[in-house]
């Protein structure tokens, strides 16, 4: 029996999918809660098997209680959804903080529960299943984030004007007092530090995006690896696992990379934004007919396949909405069977996942000379995708997901 706990500020929707729970004969709903604050009151107290979250709620919300949630009683969550580009990047956010799925709302509304009901009991059954706990505390990734954000809210406050109104106060200076920094130091040398931040990311971000000119300075010094490509496939629990692997890859990354993370249409774009913030490499949404360069990471686009045609330097993304693939679209297994053409150029990688999507395009990959890492089972939120790899004997390494990009680099520049 599932325990569930349901968490959405409408009585509405608690009772709808209280309903629905009580009508399948494997739930059972312990408790409903109508806003964040109590649904983290009750996660303690109920130890439920699953909770379902709204995004949106009052008092503390859906982000907020799972934040807490996942750092004091970890727990399997399943967000809802609407298509919004807003509640799109907030989606995001949330499996980056251990949310293990989501479900979006039918025309913005779960009240057409007729129309998803299946979705949400076969999404619930699967994420109850799911090992959910701080991986690793990566201060690296954080660092990054911080250093993004505080990049943009520079740039944003100097756009508005070098003071604030009545108050003769610089932007940056605004800026480094909400940096928290430690008591001894001072006002000037924070505002020094930002400043000095502010000049070595922009640097950073104006050579990222020349992707050209990282191509042309990468092959003018001989970097070794230029005519590899790395090409990784990943499912359930991804969106969490990619943010201990992207943004540790360096930024003269002498290839290119292709990722398949099954996802829906009109999440995929903030997925790559969001990753793009706190990486050094340029993470983007993949576009039909376009070339794959160095220091540049491609995701596909939800309800969209993609494959890469082409070779050496000239590969080209290719996308297709031809019939799914075991109810995939995007598949692993498609993208992998285009790119093992390339044989020992290609470095593959599969990650957290349900089932075993990637596996037949990874025994092609292997057969062809490519190089196959795994997740181990110690990170996985689901270990299925790895499973199925490492039992048919062709992964080459099999990591923890924190050591999975050096071990891609290093496959890399060998």
Do not use: W
Request: net charge neutral; hydrophobic share 40%; aromatic share 4%.
């Amino acid at each position: 029996m599932i325990r569930v706990l349901i968490a959405d500020d409408s009585s509405f929707m608690r009772k709808v999918l209280s309903d629905l729970f009580t009508s399948a004969p494997d739930f059972e709903v312990v408790g409903t809660a109508p806003d964040g604050s109590e649904a983290v009151k009750l996660v303690s107290r109920l130890k439920p098997d699953l909770v379902t979250m709204d995004v949106n709620m009052p008092i503390m919300n859906g982000l907020q209680a799972l934040e807490v949630i996942m750092e004091s009683c970890p727990t399997p969550v399943v967000m809802l959804s609407s298509l919004t580009k807003k509640d799109a990047d907030e989606t995001i956010r949330a499996l980056q903080l251990g949310a293990v799925d989501f479900i979006t709302k039918a025309g913005g509304s779960v009240s057409r529960i007729d129309t998803i009901k299946d979705e949400i009991l076969e999404k619930s059954r699967n994420a109850a299943t799911a090992k959910v706990k701080k991986i690793i505390n990566n201060e690296n990734i954080l660092g990054k984030k911080q250093e993004a954000a505080n990049l943009k809210r520079i740039n944003i406050l100097e756009r508005k004007g070098t003071t604030t109104p009545n108050r003769g106060i610089t932007p940056t200076s605004i800026v480094a007092s909400r940096l928290k920094p430690t008591a001894h130091v001072t006002a000037t040398s924070r505002t020094s530090s930002i400043l000095q931040q502010r000049s070595s990311v922009t640097e950073k971000l104006a050579k990222r995006e020349n992707p050209y000119l990282k191509m042309r300075s990468a092959h003018s010094s001989g970097s070794s690896g230029g005519n590899k490509l790395i090409a990784l496939g990943t499912s359930t629990g991804g969106p969490k696992a990619l943010q201990y692997v992207v943004p540790k890859l360096p930024a003269d990354m002498p290839c290119g990379m292709v990722i398949v993370q099954h996802m829906p249409a009109g999440f995929t774009k903030s997925l790559a934004e969001r990753l793009d913030d706190m990486s050094q490499v340029k993470v983007k949404e993949a576009e039909d007919m376009e070339p794959i360069l160095p220091g540049c990471v491609y995701i596909a686009p939800g309800d969209y396949h993609m494959e890469i045609t082409g070779n050496g330097s000239q590969r080209v993304i290719s996308l297709n909405q031809n019939p799914p693939l075991a109810a995939h679209r995007p598949a692993v297994d498609i993208m992998f069977d285009s790119v093992a053409q390339y044989g020992d150029d290609v470095v593959s990688v599969i990650l957290t996942g349900m089932g075993c999507d990637g596996t037949a395009g990874m025994k092609k990959i292997k057969e062809a000379g490519g190089y196959i890492i795994a997740e181990s089972q110690e990170t996985c939120v689901v270990y299925g995708m790895p499973k199925a790899v490492v039992d048919a004997g062709i992964s080459d390494e099999v990591l923890p997901v924190q050591n999975i990009a050096e071990a891609i680099m290093n496959a890399v520049r060998k």
